[in-house]
């Protein structure tokens, strides 16, 4: 039985979250050469610990990857239960453009070290652009959104969206007006 198919106890769950976390920050910190040893130290724990979660380096760095999508995906299902729908549709869309400098960085690590980054995320991957499709509807349904607005062209949106926050290291003041721009296409027009 895989580690995701058995329930963790709740020590488990912590020390997971606190490795994934300390190896979040050894990547961002020391790049390719962040090694395992490093993110048992930062995490205080045993390497023991790390490799009864994450059996290789590989994995560990994958697992950053997908949980960071994973939580994404939680994010929006709480959002989909917020009074102001398009407030959560357009703050959902800005936390996915500010995540996603973080993520290239360490999904380009991983890519330097061989990893296929594509075939670990697929599946949260899927989720997260659920729970976008999600908001988009509730957001049109309250007429914050216009209603030929369709997943695709959002999609396309965020995509480059995000791209643009990669390459340019997008500072908070520039983000906001960027966004203030593509946010004002996606309004209904009256």
């Known amino acids: 039985m895989t580690e995701e198919a058995k329930p963790l106890r709740a020590d488990a769950r912590r020390n997971r979250a606190r490795v994934l976390e300390a190896a979040e920050a050894v990547l961002a910190r020391d790049g390719g050469a962040a090694s395992v040893r490093a993110v048992a130290q930062q995490a205080g724990v045993g390497l023991g610990t790390i490799y009864r979660h994450f059996p290789t380096r590989e994995a560990l760095y994958e697992a950053i990857l997908v949980d960071r999508l994973q939580r994404l995906a939680e994010r929006s299902a709480a ?15 800005t936390e996915i453009v500010d995540n996603a400098s973080r993520m290239k960085a360490m999904a380009d690590v991983l890519a330097d070290a061989g990893i296929d980054v594509k075939a670990g995320m697929s599946e949260a991957g899927s989720v997260v652009r659920s729970a976008v499709e999600a908001l988009l509807i509730r957001a049109q349904q309250a007429g914050a959104v216009r209603e030929d607005l369709r997943l695709p062209e959002l999609l396309a949106l965020l995509g480059a969206a995000c791209m643009a926050a990669e390459r340019n290291q997008w500072e908070p003041g520039l983000r906001d007006r960027t966004l203030g721009v593509v946010f004002d296409g996606c309004r209904p027009h009256h």
């Open 79 to 93: 959002l989909r239960e917020a009074e102001d729908a398009g407030a959560a549709f357009f703050g959902f869309f």
